[in-house]
């Protein structure tokens, strides 16, 4: 069992940054690649950045160049560092784990096995 735990969300102009931590504990944190998803009211939830438990970084269209992926494995945490936010990155964001033995694309949410309960993000326009 993983338990994740994401802090960091808040209400920021368009513009502005944030930094989005999740907070992970159980079993080994390096063993598992990690993702950040969101989901807007109305909306189905989708992709948005993920690192492998190698380092391997991956990014939606949407974020690329603006969003920023890290993991910090002696400290079992993840970030997402948001810059140059947009009012349509409003949305509730989830930190998500799977095992470096699972398959799939690391965009596909059912690939996943363990989530947080989300953050909210509000980017005012």
């Known amino acids: 069992q993983v338990q994740l735990v994401e802090s960091g969300g808040g209400l920021v102009q368009a513009g502005g940054s944030l930094r989005l931590s999740c907070a992970a504990s159980g079993r080994t944190f390096s063993w598992y690649s990690m993702g950040w998803f969101r989901q807007a009211p109305g909306k189905e939830r989708e992709f948005v950045a993920s690192i492998t438990w190698s380092g391997v970084r991956y990014y939606a269209d949407s974020v690329k160049g603006r969003f920023t992926i890290s993991r910090d494995n002696a400290k079992n945490a993840l970030y997402l560092e948001m810059d140059s936010l947009k009012p349509e990155d409003t949305a509730v964001y989830y930190c998500?784990?799977?095992?470096?033995?699972?398959?799939?694309?690391?965009?596909?949410?059912?690939?996943?096995?363990?989530w947080g309960q989300g953050t909210q993000v509000t980017v005012s326009p």
């Open positions: 998500a784990a799977r095992g470096r033995d699972q398959t799939g694309m690391l965009t596909t949410i059912a690939t996943y096995e363990y």
